[in-house]
């Protein structure tokens, strides 16, 4: 077979079912190729869009997801996928076609060194210059692509690599096992959190993956340790648990914060140093264990004073069977629980004003959707709000990034999460600039036949940016932008277009979309005065219980 057969039938070896992307002529070896195989192909609009499903793929699957593009502008499209990819931790082939490498006609015509470009944003990334070569890389890649930390790698394929016939064959795929943490370390870890008044759990992005859900859910159940999520790290444990405390959505000065500063251990599970801090260490009375595959980053607000290391569901099972703790609820933190359901799920969530608040929106969406259901969010104001007052139940019912935090990748996360999961429901909350970004992707969606709801709050501005200016005390400039009708733009891509116009419509609204077929558009304003309110006046004055 030629290059580009042996690529597919590599990448059939490897469990491939799904690529996204958008061919070029580089890649029609390869296209062809494709055409004959278990392979699906999805083509998108834009690049990015499938760089943003690819990675998300990888995210819900723990399988590497592939993205396929043709050499230079293709290429280029691609980099903040793959730098999305790249912090947030998810496994993802990207795919480069190039012109032939050995002669070619056509000069330096569309191309740029995509490899070079790709190095420093990519766990490895390499042209290939000989066919017969093919299956050991795909296999190397695909290991180190899911290998923690997880994340993206890349291929350039040549035209004239794509037709080189070789008689190689794909390499048999291989299960491999992750290291074990030392039973010193778990033991002295033990000893740590048994000495505690105020012990901790803290669950961040890498706890959501593989067998570890199970393990935290035992090691809080034989506890009863209180815990709190990171913004990535929301979903582990059912945040309905009476040991919950919520989401760090800020890093300082929020309620749960009050149980923090009052922590005199914190186990940190799955901490990746991308997010945004969830509490800022100092050299006080608190000690920090850090819970991970890997050895700690240490920087001026990381700095744990001891370390278990190994796969993280072996260290944490084996922690519950070494710890003595006693299980009844520590006062100070069902307090502390008990006035984050006040002030954070309840006081606010019934604003009867229009626009809705973003509380209001947070709450009618939770009200409304399916217990199982996915809230795929792009990066705005809102995502805030709903880190910190949408209750997550499973791993990976809200979505979102807060790594590289880049617009416009909302919407194509939800359409990967809707072909993955067909038959739960699927909602993409984004705001209108970031909607506008890949807003293409709606024929995509249409073209596939996706029941899907895309909420997009609309506030004719750059939200969260404008909250910042006015924190700084700086005059509004320069974030105003005017929308297109959402309605009709909804409708002309043959999806169904609707506007929330008076309090309490979106969860009605949101209902018939959901028993509903095909893509639907919800328009939703909304109203961040309470940025102002919450985030800077209340806070501000909150006292933390005694």
Same mark, same amino acid.
């Given at each position: 077979?030629?290059?580009?057969?042996?690529?597919?039938?590599?990448?059939?070896?490897?469990?491939?079912?799904?690529?996204?992307?958008?061919?070029?002529?580089?890649?029609?070896?390869?296209?062809?190729?494709?055409?004959?195989? +278990?392979?699906?192909l999805i083509i998108t609009?834009?690049?990015?869009?499938?760089?943003? @499903?690819?990675?998300?793929?990888?995210?819900?699957?723990?399988?590497?997801?592939?993205?396929?593009?043709?050499?230079?502008?293709?290429?280029?499209?691609?980099?903040?996928?793959?730098?999305?990819?790249?912090?947030?931790?998810?496994?993802?082939?990207?795919?480069?076609?190039?012109?032939?490498?050995?002669?070619?006609?056509?000069?330096?015509?569309?191309?740029?060194?995509?490899?070079?470009?790709?190095?420093?944003?990519?766990?490895?990334?390499?042209?290939?210059?000989?066919?017969?070569?093919?299956?050991?890389?795909?296999?190397?890649?695909?290991?180190?692509?899911?290998?923690?930390?997880?994340?993206?790698?890349?291929?350039?394929?040549?035209?004239?690599?794509?037709?080189?016939?070789?008689?190689?064959?794909?390499?048999?795929?291989?299960?491999?096992?992750?290291?074990?943490?030392?039973?010193?370390?778990?033991?002295?870890?033990?000893?740590?959190?048994?000495?505690?008044?105020?012990?901790?759990?803290?669950?961040?992005?890498?706890?959501?993956?593989?067998?570890?859900?199970?393990?935290?859910?035992?090691?809080?159940?034989?506890s009863g340790i209180y815990?709190?999520?990171?913004? @990535?790290?929301?979903?582990?444990?059912?945040?309905?648990?009476?040991?919950?405390?919520?989401?760090?959505?800020?890093?300082?000065?929020?309620?749960?914060?009050?149980?923090?500063?009052?922590?005199?251990?914190?186990?940190?599970?799955?901490?990746?140093?991308?997010?945004?801090?969830?509490?800022?260490?100092?050299?006080?009375?608190?000690?920090?264990?850090?819970?991970?595959?890997?050895?700690?980053?240490?920087?001026?607000?990381?700095?744990?004073?001891?370390?278990?290391?190994?796969?993280?569901?072996?260290?944490?099972?084996? !922690?519950?069977?070494?710890?003595? @703790?006693?299980?009844? #609820?520590?006062?100070?933190?069902?307090?502390?629980?008990?006035?984050?359901?006040?002030?954070?799920? +309840?006081?606010?969530?019934?604003?009867?004003?229009? #626009?809705?608040?973003?509380?209001?929106?947070? +709450?009618?969406?939770?009200?409304?959707?399916?217990?199982?259901?996915?809230?795929?969010?792009?990066?705005?104001?809102?995502?805030?709000?709903?880190?910190?007052?949408?209750?997550?139940?499973?791993?990976?019912?809200? !979505?979102?990034?807060?790594?590289?935090?880049?617009?416009?990748?909302?919407?194509?996360?939800?359409?990967?999460?809707?072909?993955?999961?067909?038959?739960?429901?699927?909602?993409?909350?984004?705001?209108?600039?970031?909607?506008?970004?890949?807003?293409?992707?709606?024929?995509?969606?249409?073209?596939?036949?996706?029941?899907?709801?895309?909420?997009? !709050?609309?506030?004719?501005?750059?939200?969260?940016?404008?909250?910042?200016?006015?924190?700084?005390?700086?005059?509004?400039?320069?974030?105003?932008?005017?929308?297109?009708?959402?309605?009709?733009?909804?409708?002309?891509?043959?999806?169904?277009?609707?506007?929330?116009?008076?309090?309490?419509?979106?969860?009605?609204?949101?209902?018939?979309?959901?028993? +509903?077929?095909?893509?639907?558009?919800?328009?939703? #304003?909304?109203?961040?005065?309470?940025?102002?309110?919450?985030?800077?006046?209340?806070?501000?004055?909150?006292?933390?219980l005694l």
């Open positions: 077979m030629n290059g580009a057969e042996l690529l597919v039938k590599s990448l059939e070896n490897e469990g491939v079912e799904v690529i996204f992307g958008i061919p070029g002529e580089e890649n029609l070896a390869f296209l062809e190729a494709l055409r004959t195989s +278990s392979i699906r609009r834009h690049e990015q869009a499938a760089g943003f @499903m690819a990675a998300t793929y990888g995210r819900l699957t723990g399988k590497p997801g592939v993205c396929l593009a043709t050499l230079g502008p293709g290429a280029t499209n691609c980099v903040t996928a793959v730098s999305y990819a790249l912090l947030g931790g998810m496994p993802v082939l990207f795919i480069t076609g190039q012109k032939p490498i050995k002669k070619s006609k056509q000069g330096r015509f569309q191309i740029i060194n995509v490899v070079r470009m790709l190095e420093p944003l990519t766990k490895f990334s390499k042209q290939v210059v000989n066919a017969g070569t093919i299956p050991s890389l795909v296999r190397d890649i695909f290991r180190l692509a899911t290998e923690e930390k997880p994340g993206p790698v890349h291929l350039e394929l040549p035209e004239d690599i794509a037709a080189e016939e070789t008689s190689a064959h794909p390499i048999p795929v291989t299960r491999s096992f992750r290291p074990l943490a030392p039973q010193t370390a778990i033991n002295r870890a033990a000893r740590i959190i048994e000495k505690a008044k105020y012990p901790l759990l803290v669950l961040g992005s890498a706890a959501k993956r593989r067998a570890i859900c199970r393990a935290v859910n035992e090691l809080i159940n034989e815990f709190f999520t990171t913004q @990535m790290g929301k979903g582990t444990v059912d945040e309905h648990l009476p040991q919950s405390l919520g989401t760090a959505a800020l890093s300082e000065h929020d309620y749960l914060h009050c149980a923090i500063d009052r922590a005199d251990v914190i186990i940190n599970v799955g901490h990746d140093v991308v997010e945004k801090p969830p509490f800022f260490m100092n050299q006080g009375n608190m000690q920090v264990i850090h819970v991970n595959y890997a050895l700690a980053d240490i920087d001026e607000v990381y700095f744990p004073q001891h370390e278990v290391t190994g796969d993280i569901a072996d260290s944490l099972t084996r !922690l519950s069977q070494t710890l003595r @703790m006693d299980p009844t #609820p520590n006062n100070f933190f069902q307090r502390i629980h008990e006035e984050i359901e006040t002030q954070v799920f +309840s006081s606010h969530c019934k604003h009867n004003n229009f #626009p809705n608040t973003p509380q209001r929106i947070v +709450s009618d969406i939770r009200a409304t959707v399916a217990r199982d259901s996915i809230i795929s969010l792009d990066n705005g104001m809102y995502k805030i709000w709903f880190a910190r007052n949408y209750k997550a139940t499973l791993p990976y019912s809200l !979505l979102l990034d807060n790594a590289l935090a880049t617009m416009g990748a909302g919407f194509p996360a939800a359409i990967a999460a809707k072909l993955i999961y067909p038959d739960r429901q699927v909602i993409a909350v984004c705001g209108d600039g970031g909607f506008m970004m890949n807003s293409q992707e709606m024929e995509t969606a249409i073209r596939l036949q996706l029941n899907l709801v895309v909420i997009v !709050l609309r506030d004719d501005g750059y939200g969260m940016i404008k909250w910042k200016q006015a924190g700084m005390n700086l005059p509004s400039f320069g974030l105003d932008f005017q929308n297109p009708d959402f309605i009709q733009y909804a409708t002309s891509y043959g999806a169904r277009g609707y506007r929330v116009s008076s309090n309490g419509e979106l969860g009605e609204i949101l209902s018939r979309c959901l028993a +509903s077929p095909g893509l639907h558009l919800i328009e939703v #304003p909304v109203d961040y005065s309470e940025n102002e309110k919450v985030f800077f006046q209340e806070l501000k004055n909150k006292t933390c």
